[in-house]
């Protein structure tokens, strides 16, 4: 088991920026590729970004392409989702996921998932 818990979420204006943390606890984090997701109300969840167990390969969504960038720490057991250029269309429950599908990416099986943190971005 992979235990995850997400932190940084909150309410910023339009154009701001926020970075979200998420900590992995249990078994070793550097085996799993991680990835996070997002999902607005009434909306289906939807992947954001990844990144290898290496740190080496990252993939994201078009919608934050540019604006978002997903980065790791191994030592801290810790993946990071630093995003800038927020719009009120990025306003979402974020959720950090694992898998051990090494690459990663929208279509691996994710296996460990965190509750999420909350972002609201206002117009």
């Known amino acids: 088991q992979v235990q995850l818990v997400e932190s940084g979420g909150g309410l910023v204006q339009t154009g701001g920026s926020l970075r979200l943390s998420c900590a992995a606890s249990?078994?070793?984090?550097?085996?799993?590729?991680m990835g996070w997701f997002r999902q607005a109300p009434g909306k289906e969840r939807e992947f954001v970004a990844s990144i290898t167990i290496d740190g080496f390969s990252t993939y994201y969504a078009d919608s934050v392409k540019g604006r978002f960038t997903i980065s790791r720490d191994n030592a801290k057991n810790t993946v990071y989702l630093q995003m800038n250029s927020l719009k009120p269309e990025d306003t979402a429950v974020y959720s950090c996921?694992?898998?051990?599908?090494?690459?990663?990416?929208?279509?691996?099986?994710?296996?460990?998932w965190g509750q999420g943190t909350q972002v609201t971005v206002s117009s």
């Open positions: 996921a694992a898998t051990s599908f090494l690459s990663g990416g929208p279509g691996a099986p994710y296996d460990f």
């Open positions: 249990g078994r070793t984090f550097s085996a799993y590729a």
